[in-house]
């Protein structure tokens, strides 16, 4: 009877092992969904006013003072539609410097102003970059996916590096 219990003992002991198994990985799987789906979140309020912009209004910034985290300037139309405004603002000064004209998208019924073309599009999906990062650490170390987590890390690191060139050039 010995051999028989050992036998049952250790399949119950495998069962049990793969069942935790799976749940580690079904959990951190819903973790770094959790950590992609903030990035995306916290990139598209930005992203969609550049990547969607038909119907906007669409010109050129010249920023002539920043203050905290905020730079302002008077605003040129270039697309149909637009007006011209004696000052709109641009959040993130990082991204912008006085002195410099910058092309922009205006956010509807506001003066905000969010910097277009490529590195405004990169720019606004620098969340996502980080989520991507993020994301990437928690699927090599929870589920045990190297390969996916060094997919994850690449593309996270050229989304940033890429937003970095770009606003850097632009600057």
Known sequence: MIPAMSATASTARQASVTALRWGRVGAMGAVAALILFAGVWGSWGTAQQVMLSKGREQGTVRVTSCSGDTCSGPFSPTSTGAQARARVEIAQPVAVRRGRTYDVVLKPGTADAVRSG??????????????????????????????????????????????????????
Not at 124 to 150: D, E, N, Q
């Open 118 to 171: 490529p590195a405004g599009i990169l720019y606004a999906w620098v969340p996502l970059g980080g989520a991507l990062l993020l994301a990437s650490v928690v699927v090599a170390g929870g589920m045990r996916l190297t390969r996916a987590a060094w997919v994850l890390a690449g593309c996270g690191t050229a989304l940033l590096t890429g937003a970095f060139l770009a606003v850097s050039a632009g600057s």
